[in-house]
């Protein structure tokens, strides 16, 4: 992808090409409402948290602490918050694709509001995520617990939006093989990765850390798809999805933060196409019946087939049932039939013999479903 572009004004972004991979100037609600209608795959909001901060925050040693202060954070009273809330979330959902999803985060002072905005609004929340911080920052608020995590919210467009993405595979694969949790942990930003101005001072106060967002698009969306996120801050959305494969689009209003944000995404060097591929779930792979192998001459009518210890023989009929003695049926039911179980994956219980060696049918099923990609692509 090129260098990233800035559009100020809005209303000059007429086609898709022109606001891919750009950042929009101005307000949130407006800049959306210029947006094709349902032409975003995910949506990542980290909107302002509304803190009430009232004074300045000392530690013990009475120095300051670089809390949360600027002006876009503060909101006259909770039901103005609730406006704008509900005014974002409209625009946004509009400019979400039926089969899109949404992911927004936040602290537990604006995060119950904005989920119940989401519901009310029509929105199908199909998890919250706790990223748990590893090194959080001390509570230097009164007598509390230390605020130590920040609660996500992943919701469909609504309740029958079906077909959205969720990698399940991958996800459960990069866990060592177990279902990936709603816990995650990740430190806050900190280091090299955190965006400092001249003086040295943080380019952000809320900078998310790029890991978080990883993960997110990882889980939730494809290489090639748009990101938007109306909320951009320091650009961490553009960043990932540069370098994952993903089209962004951003929307801010405060210059410094645009500058900031475009210098870090040109520098980003994209992954290669080898690295970004994922693993296909089962359930999004074409689907193969045991009949198109044989349409397919991978497999052939009266060819034998039998189980890893050649304990039982079958004899694979035109219609693409199997046989063995007077027992007949698909390669699941009579593979369940030979063993007396109640069911059973034919794909691989049954093999064929190839060179001396037993291959599983499911091997030609893998040929099959590979050509029907080929042809599809």
């Avoid at 670089?66 to 406006?83: G, K």
């Avoid at 604006?110 to 995520?129: H, M, P, S, T």
């Avoid at 003086?199 to 952000?204: A, L, R």
Wanted: one cysteine or more.
């Amino acid at each position: 992808m090129s260098a990233v572009r800035l559009v100020d004004d809005l209303s000059s972004v007429p086609n898709r090409a022109e606001w891919l991979d750009t950042i929009l100037k101005g307000d949130c609600v407006a800049a959306l409402e210029r947006l094709p209608e349902k032409s975003v795959d995910m949506i990542f909001a980290d909107p302002p948290y509304n803190l009430q901060l009232d004074g300045d925050l000392h530690r013990p040693d009475q120095s300051k602490v670089d809390a949360v202060d600027d002006a876009w954070d503060q909101f006259d009273s909770f039901e103005a918050y609730d406006a704008f809330t509900r005014a974002w979330l409209l625009a946004a959902r509009r400019v979400l694709k039926p089969n899109g999803t949404i992911w927004v985060i936040g602290s537990y002072h604006n995060i119950f509001r904005v989920g119940a905005k989401l519901q009310d609004l029509g929105f199908w929340i199909l998890n919250d995520v706790v990223w748990r911080k590893t090194n959080p920052m001390p509570n230097f608020r009164g007598r509390r617990f230390q605020n130590a995590h920040e609660t996500l919210i992943w919701a469909s467009r609504d309740q029958s939006g079906k077909g959205y993405t969720f990698n399940y595979d991958a996800l459960k694969a990069a866990n060592d093989d177990v279902q990936m949790r709603t816990d995650w942990l990740f430190p806050i930003c900190t280091g090299g990765e955190r965006l400092k101005d001249a003086n040295g001072d943080k380019v952000h106060p809320t900078q998310k850390p790029e890991a978080l967002l990883a993960r997110v698009m990882l889980a939730s969306s494809k290489p090639g798809d748009v990101i938007l996120d109306p909320f951009f801050g320091s650009g961490t959305t553009g960043a990932v999805a540069k370098r994952l494969g993903r089209h962004f689009v951003g929307i801010e209003r405060e210059q410094a933060y645009i500058d900031a944000a475009t210098a870090r995404i040109d520098a980003v060097e994209p992954l290669g196409d080898g690295d970004l591929m994922g693993m296909i779930s089962k359930r999004a792979e074409p689907r193969v019946a045991f009949l198109s192998l044989l349409e397919t001459g991978v497999i052939k009518p009266g060819a034998l087939l039998s189980d890893a210890k050649r304990r039982w023989t079958a004899s694979v009929r035109a219609d693409g049932t199997l046989t063995l003695g007077r027992d007949t049926g698909s390669i699941h039911r009579l593979g369940a039939i030979v063993q007396g179980l109640d069911a059973c994956n034919g794909w691989t219980f049954w093999h064929v013999e190839d060179e001396g060696k037993l291959k599983p049918i499911d091997d030609y099923r893998r040929v099959v479903r590979d050509q029907m990609a080929a042809v599809g692509g």
